[in-house]
């Protein structure tokens, strides 16, 4: 009966020994039974929570109610709490000492023991548990349950003790209605839900507010604000965990049954979202500025030029002659129609329809004036930079995601503030400061937007900090690769087929720089096998993997100097739009295609070079940090001299931009190559290897090895950490040396050279000899 079970045995034996079928006799030291073996077996239940309950029976009053209450609190309790818990009507309250007393009593029976983790007494075992739920019978259970809960909402106070909230709700979630007050219960079951929702638990949300729909069912709509506040909350948690369904039977009901356009605005912005779900963003921005004209708004759904000077003039008058910064000084409220403006704007600025972001921005930036910023408000103005920034009006893109970001700090604490970050700092802000600058923080966004529920916002957070790292030219360590192993794995547990693809594709580009490699250039490997993974996609998702794909081959074939490849993926890439919407894969893709553009001998290519190089000069025109390396890069490569490719190399060191400065380096060595300075070209293609190996492209580094054979006992340039420092206005090479200023070149003789000084602007240059 036992099963061989040493808790089931235990519990026989005490069982036999109460019932004196068994005892132990000291003078043989062996037990014994009273009985034949048929009747033994019989006085053994088949069942151990029975055998436990029948042990309980035995033991005192006092401690039955103490496992009866133990037994309803899920986690171990302190004495003061037990002492709470245990007061009734009847004045048979116990102190602490007695309580104490009854506890160690209890784990001398075997029915408690003391845990060294929680400090406290705990049950023995889960079936003890179980046994002691079930000693209680249902009248007095029904009693004894309401006023623990009772006395656990009067304890719930601070966040230390909030469990005592959640056990009450199930405390009494667990009775018949007509054994408690539902309204009450409804109520405790949102206070609670908030707090799961605010601790991260959206899962125990949705549960909590499943029990609110159930409970309030037959007299839903009787209590209005009641009824209201339960279906808003049901829609919001429905919609955040995917259950579609649910959420348009929610959605449904508050339209039906809400009085006034204010109380529907959650449902309206729900229905809109839904659309979005489908990717039909088109139908999704229709159905919104259908909605939002129910507020009085007359927002065309296809706005002429005329339309734009018409809503410019309102904002400006809005305004009166103030900049979007005076923004930050408008007072916050709670205006949930901001939320939906921000829908709207977001899925027009997808659908590609920019006027109409354009109006929809202004006039929830009028709205913001007239009655305050919300929490969306941030959005608005996002959605407004990064259209001005794909328009190219970069200057005042960066000033209104600037606004973004001041007026977000007032909403810190709220899932807004993250998704403002994440949005700003991909669409707006590293258009002009450094890529590296942004990696943290999007990195935290992942964090705070996957900790909220926001799954999608928090992987197109992480797409946006690969891109950056790699633009950034960071180290491409092990780590990276497990971090993106860990996404692709999210992202097929929550059915994001498309970023699970964009992550295999960026791992696979890492593998290939890092491992040896025959074909360093075609993503076909243990991450990423293309040709079998666009067979699996629909014709947009194929289109979009096959860009992001064709993006990093770019990249590789230009690395390892594969000219066929390159000419491949400029046909590839020729065929979608100059702009992307995400910064740092725009200038990865940009960068290389100027680069492989006049790598190439075809005239036909140096089209888009010179279109690259346009691009690079405008931004660096603009002020941006990022733009510098990647301009002088492909102007050395469209025309090569020494000044040329030296000043890259100093463009790409100042940047930071170690992988940059690698290739410029080789290039460069190619270069003098031809010019017969193989001294020089050696010292290039040294520093070169260096920088690729610090950059984490062991793969090339290998490679460089095979086909210059000096590099295999190359040594590093004392004092740097990125290879030796090249840089000279009339194309002279040196390697810096913290110690001595000395270089060692490809044969190991040291030769004594001169260095450079230069300001931040690079306007200047001199040379300083070095003194022995």
């Known amino acids: 009966k036992t099963m061989g079970n040493i808790f089931c045995v235990m519990q026989a034996l005490e069982e036999l020994v109460r019932k004196n079928a068994l005892y132990y006799d000291i003078m043989c030291f062996e037990w014994r039974w009273t009985v034949d073996k048929v009747e033994l077996a019989n006085q053994v239940s088949a069942d151990v929570v029975e055998t436990i309950k029948d042990k309980i029976k035995g033991l005192s009053t006092d401690i039955q109610r103490l496992l009866s209450v133990m037994a309803f609190i899920p986690q171990s309790v302190g004495v003061p ?7 009734n009507d009847e004045d048979n309250s116990l102190d602490e000492n007695k309580i104490a007393s009854l506890l160690k009593e209890a784990s001398e029976d075997g029915m408690l023991m003391w845990s060294t983790e929680s400090r406290n007494y705990v049950f023995s075992h889960d079936r003890i548990r179980e046994a002691s739920r079930e000693y209680v019978v249902e009248e007095d259970r029904d009693k004894m349950l309401r006023h623990m809960a009772d006395v656990l909402q009067r304890l719930g ?3 230390k003790m909030e469990w005592c909230l959640y056990t009450a709700v199930d405390l009494l979630n667990s009775l018949p209605s007509d054994k408690v007050n539902v309204t009450d219960l409804i109520k405790l079951n949102l206070r609670v839900s908030k707090i799961a929702k605010r601790r991260g638990s959206p899962r125990k949300e949705n549960l909590l507010l499943r029990e609110c729909l159930e409970r309030l069912q037959p007299f839903k709509w009787k209590d209005y604000n009641l009824s209201l506040e339960v279906y808003n909350a049901v829609i919001v948690s429905e919609y955040t965990l995917g259950n579609q369904d649910r959420a348009t039977i929610a959605i449904e009901e508050v339209l039906g049954h809400a009085k006034c356009l204010r109380d529907k605005v959650s449902a309206f912005l729900h229905r809109v979202k839904s659309l979005c779900e489908t990717k039909d963003y088109a139908m999704a921005a229709h159905e919104g500025v259908k909605i939002l004209n129910m507020f009085s708004y007359n927002i065309p759904l296809k706005p002429t030029k005329l339309d734009l000077v018409r809503e410019k003039m309102k904002l400006r008058l809005a305004f009166k002659g103030r900049s979007y910064a005076s923004l930050t000084n408008l007072p916050v409220v709670d205006d949930p129609l901001t939320e939906l403006f921000s829908e709207v704007g977001r899925d027009c600025l997808f659908s590609g329809q920019p006027r109409l972001v354009v109006v929809i921005a202004w006039t929830a930036v009028r709205r913001a004036i007239e009655k305050g910023i919300d929490r969306c408000f941030p959005l608005c103005l996002v959605m407004l930079g990064t259209l001005l920034g794909k328009k190219g009006n970069v ?7 600037n606004v973004a970001l001041m007026i977000s700090e007032n909403f810190r604490k709220n899932t807004g503030y993250s998704y403002t970050q994440f949005a700003t700092y991909a669409g707006i802000i590293l258009y002009l400061q450094p890529f590296r600058s942004g ?14 529920g926001k799954f999608e916002f928090s992987l197109g957070s992480m797409l946006n900090y690969f891109y950056a790292y790699f633009a950034a030219g960071l180290n491409l360590g092990s780590i990276l690769e497990s971090k993106l192993l860990v996404l692709d794995e999210f992202s097929q547990s929550i059915d994001k087929s498309g970023f699970a693809a964009t992550f295999q594709i960026h791992r696979q580009f890492v593998i290939n720089l890092r491992q040896r490699s025959e074909q360093p250039t075609l993503m076909n490997g243990p991450a990423f096998q293309q040709e079998k993974a666009l067979s699996e996609m ?4 194929s289109k979009m993997a096959l860009r992001d794909a064709s993006i990093f081959r770019l990249e590789l074939a230009f690395i390892f100097n594969d000219s066929e490849c390159m000419a491949e993926m400029l046909e590839t890439l020729s065929g979608y739009p100059f702009e992307d919407q995400v910064i740092s894969r725009f200038y990865i893709r940009a960068c290389f295609m100027g680069l492989a553009a006049f790598s190439l001998a075809e005239k036909n290519c140096h089209a888009i070079g010179n279109k690259c190089l346009k691009y690079f000069r405008r931004m660096k025109k603009l002020g941006s940090t990022n733009a510098p390396p990647a301009y002088f890069f492909i102007a050395a490569l469209k025309k090569p001299t020494k000044k ?4 890259a190399i100093d463009s790409c060191r100042e940047a930071s931009m170690p992988h940059l400065e690698a290739m410029a380096r ?3 060595a190619m270069f003098l190559l031809t010019r017969n300075e193989l001294e020089l070209a050696n010292s290039c293609l040294t520093s070169a290897y260096w920088l690729y190996f610090d950059w984490g492209a062991h793969g090339k580094s290998l490679s460089l090895a095979r086909e210059y054979p000096f590099l295999k006992t190359a040594k590093r340039a004392k004092g740097t950490g990125t290879g030796s420092h090249v840089s000279s206005r009339s194309g002279t ?3 810096k040396s913290a110690v001595s200023g000395s270089v060692q070149n490809s044969g190991g003789i040291y030769k004594r050279q001169g260095t450079f000084n230069y300001n931040s602007t690079m306007s200047s240059r001199e040379l300083i000899k070095k003194r022995r």
Request: glycine share 4%; charged share 25%.
């Open 666 to 668: 080789e290039r460069y």
């Open 538 to 541: 629909n014709d947009q998702a």
């Open 395 to 401: 200057r005042a893109a960066n000033e209104i995601g």
């Open 644 to 647: 040329a490719f030296t000043t």
């Open 733 to 735: 090479a040196t390697a």
């Open 157 to 159: 106070k601070g966040s």
């Open 81 to 87: 709490v037990l002492k709470e818990l245990l007061m």
């Open 439 to 452: 990696v943290d923080v999007l990195q935290q966004c992942y964090k705070d937007l996957k900790f909220s």
